[in-house]
């Protein structure tokens, strides 16, 4: 794989092991400070929900990690394709229902790789 494509995967791995210490650690205390517009009432009652979001953006992150640790290429790239897909489609889904700016922070990054990824096989 190129270079340029494990650093965006790995880019979007850690940012999604970032998201998954946000969502399930710090929800409380720095989600009020990220999500402005949310009433700061609402993130004790929504603990339970942003730390179950964490763990699923932790997935991704594995998924993510575990393919650039596949020795055999073809399978490597439908990893990292299927993943990246994934984050691409809930940060699409993100900036559509929550924040406009989830696509450019979540699915942009996913889909640079993948476009990438699908140029390295042509």
Not at 8 to 31: N, P, Q, S
């Amino acid at each position: 794989m190129d270079i340029l494509i494990i650093s965006i995967i790995g880019f979007v791995a850690f940012l999604h092991l970032y998201i998954l210490w946000f969502e399930m650690f710090a929800w409380e205390k720095r989600g009020p400070k990220v999500f402005r517009g949310i009433d700061k009432d609402l993130f004790p009652k929504t603990k339970v929900f942003a730390a179950n979001q964490g763990l699923y953006n932790g997935f991704l992150a594995a998924g993510l990690i575990w393919s650039l640790l596949i020795d055999d290429v073809v399978w490597r790239q439908n990893v990292a394709l299927f993943f990246l897909g994934c984050v691409a489609v809930a940060g699409i889904y993100g900036a559509l229902t929550a924040e406009k700016r989830i696509f450019f922070i979540q699915a942009l990054p996913a889909i640079i790789g993948i476009i990438l990824l699908v140029y390295l096989r042509f």
